[in-house]
């Protein structure tokens, strides 16, 4: 019996024995697909080790990004809340602030004659606009002509043109005062109710103003009328466009109800119009400004004026 099983060993452990081949072909296939294995799993480890890493670097990057934008966010929101609190008269679309650099800028002052004290006194144009005047305040608030939106506001104005049109009288300053030229202050035409172009032009300028028209889309033109009838000032607004100037004659009367049916600054039909070259000069509550385009401009200002009232001092101080 012994034997018997130490023969079966020994027919097994013989390296001639094709069992024998075939069990170590198979452990050695073995082995190398386990090591093959193993190495695999190594890697997926170091992979997934590497993509967990990566993983938690975006997470990292993202929640920063987060928080970024959540602070820009606020930012943003905070920068909102302050714009909606300023006036948005102070906030000029630059299609509008491009008129305030079209033409040169000056300094023009009117020498106004005081009646029974033989005295002169030079002043700034722009000082005969008073919208702060409490008189045209109240004014504006009891005819309830207040401009909500300052760049939308066409009908508005043309309210307040015929407004102010309801207490127009015309009456020459030989008239009231004796004299050939006075330009008065709006309180003054309230008060008196009778006044010539320039009176009217600035008191109706001052309604718009305190009305809440922004001095940009506004101007009081002086020259020679389209008709040739002689020098004239009037008031010109930007419309809601804002590249189109509607005519509000000083001496006349409403006639619309809509602004743009009003003559603009290109009408040559418009006779009592003063545009382009025969424009002297022209103001707001802000600035003044002058250029002669022509030399008829020229002549017919030297005629009409004789450097008597006006006193113009360009930038470079050039006078005339």
């Excluded at 993202?62 to 602070?71: D, I, L, P, Q």
């Excluded at 009838?229 to 100037?245: E, N, P, R, S």
């Amino acid at each position: 019996m012994i034997q018997k099983i130490i023969e079966w060993i020994w027919d097994i452990l013989n390296p001639y024995n094709p069992d024998y081949l075939y069990l170590e072909q198979q452990y050695t296939h073995c082995k190398g697909v386990l090591s093959e294995t193993l190495q695999s799993l190594k890697q997926t480890a170091l992979e997934k080790a590497s993509l967990e890493k990566q993983i938690e670097e975006w997470k990292s990057k993202y929640e920063n990004e987060t928080a970024a934008n959540k602070e820009l966010k606020r930012q943003v929101g905070d920068l909102k809340k302050t714009l909606s609190q300023i006036p948005k008269e102070l906030i000029i679309p630059p299609a509008v602030q491009k008129w305030d650099t079209k033409y040169p800028e000056a300094n023009i002052f009117y020498t106004r004659y005081i009646p029974k004290c033989n005295k002169e006194g030079k002043v700034d144009v722009r000082h005969f606009l008073t919208p702060e005047d409490p008189r045209l305040v109240n004014w504006v608030r009891c005819k309830n002509l207040k401009i909500e939106d300052p760049w939308n506001c066409n009908d508005i104005i043309a309210k307040i043109y015929k407004a102010d049109r309801y207490y127009f009288k015309y009456r020459f300053d030989y008239q009231q005062f004796g004299v050939k030229e006075l330009w008065l202050y709006p309180w003054e035409t309230m008060t008196l109710k009778y006044g010539d172009c320039d009176d009217w032009a600035n008191l109706l300028a001052s309604r718009l103003l305190a009305a809440g028209l922004p001095p940009q889309r506004l101007r009081v033109v002086a020259g020679l009328t389209n008709n040739k009838a002689g020098g004239h000032a009037t008031v010109y607004v930007l419309g809601d466009d804002f590249k189109t100037w509607y005519h509000l004659n000083s001496t006349g009367y409403s006639t619309h109800s809509h602004l743009e049916d009003y003559p603009t600054s290109h009408d040559e039909d418009d006779p009592l119009g003063v545009i382009g070259e025969h424009i002297w000069f022209a103001y707001s509550k802000h600035k003044a400004w002058h250029t002669f385009r022509t030399t008829e401009a020229r002549t017919t200002y030297k005629k009409y004026h004789k450097k008597k009232w006006i006193n113009i001092a360009s930038r470079t101080n050039k006078r005339h």
